[in-house]
């Protein structure tokens, strides 16, 4: 599954005639309807100069938790650690914030532009301790190429 999704990212990816936000929400669209136990899929960027992350582009139900600040809740570590961020059980974990009571699990993997944390791209599942090496080497490739994206349209300003 995720070989076929490879090939669907990078073509959504490479729409140059579509905007950057626009690509990033035909990804979280696609990887929403097509992965079955992701339920929530969400990208967060670094809100300027801030010390907290703003929502960006996602699919799935409407979220109260569109800023979060460094430090708080998976997404807030992530933005701290520099470090992917797999949770089996969301409830087992004393700095989770709900934006959910369906969502059992979740997993976080920062996006690096030039070697900064810039932002994350965020995945809530409602089925317990789905994620598997396999889902976050697949984050990993989707970030990656979010990542040369955004340093073409740096170039490009």
């Not at 999704?5 to 979280?28: G, I, P, W, Y």
Request: aromatic share 8%.
């Amino acid at each position: 599954m995720f070989e076929s999704l490879r090939h669907k990212t990078l073509s959504l990816l490479s729409a140059n005639e579509l905007s950057v936000d626009e690509r990033l929400q035909k990804v979280c669209t696609l990887l929403r309807e097509t992965v079955p136990h992701y339920d929530w899929v969400g990208f967060y960027f670094k809100n300027g100069d801030k010390e907290e992350l703003k929502l960006g582009p996602y699919a799935g139900a409407p979220t109260d938790h569109t800023i979060i600040p460094f430090g708080k809740g998976i997404c807030g570590q992530v933005a701290v650690s520099n470090q992917n961020f797999v949770v089996p059980d969301v409830k087992a974990q004393d700095n989770y914030i709900a934006c959910s009571i369906t969502v059992k699990a979740e997993i976080v993997v920062p996006l690096f532009v030039n070697g900064e944390n810039i932002g994350q791209i965020d995945i809530d599942s409602n089925t317990p301790d789905p994620f598997t090496q396999e889902d976050e080497r697949f984050l990993e490739f989707v970030n990656a190429e979010v990542s040369k994206l955004l340093k073409d349209k740096e170039k490009a300003l």
